[in-house]
C-alpha cells in the first residue's frame, strides 16, 4: 500500500510503499479509495504531539473491506465503509 509516512518530526511527509500483515483475527483489510490529510496529521508530523515514529498519517477515510480476520463478524468483503480514529 502507498502511505504518507512520518520519519522525522518536522519534515515533509514521505509517499511510501509499504507491506501489510494479514489482518488479525477481528480486523479488516480496507481499500482505501480517498483519504484526507487533516490538521491533527498536521500537528503529529510537526512533532506537537509526540509520539512514535515512524508513523503513517491519514485516519478519515473511505474504501471497500478486501479481506477479514477469521473472528470479524460485522463487516464482509465488498462492503463499503469509511473510516476514522478513535481514541479511548
Known sequence: ???A?????GKPLV?????????GLREVRVHVS???????DISY?????GGD???VYGHEAAG????????AEIYKA???VILTLIRH
Open 53 to 55: 515514529l515512524p508513523a
Open 78 to 80: 465488498g462492503d463499503r
Open 64 to 71: 471497500t473491506v478486501m479481506e477479514t480476520g477469521s473472528e
Open 5 to 9: 509516512v512520518c520519519r522525522e518530526f
Open 15 to 23: 509517499i511510501e510503499e509499504l507491506e501489510l500483515d494479514s489482518p
Open 1 to 3: 500500500m502507498k502511505a
Open 45 to 49: 508530523a510537526d512533532g506537537i504531539w
Open 34 to 40: 480517498a483519504c484526507a490529510i487533516c490538521h491533527s
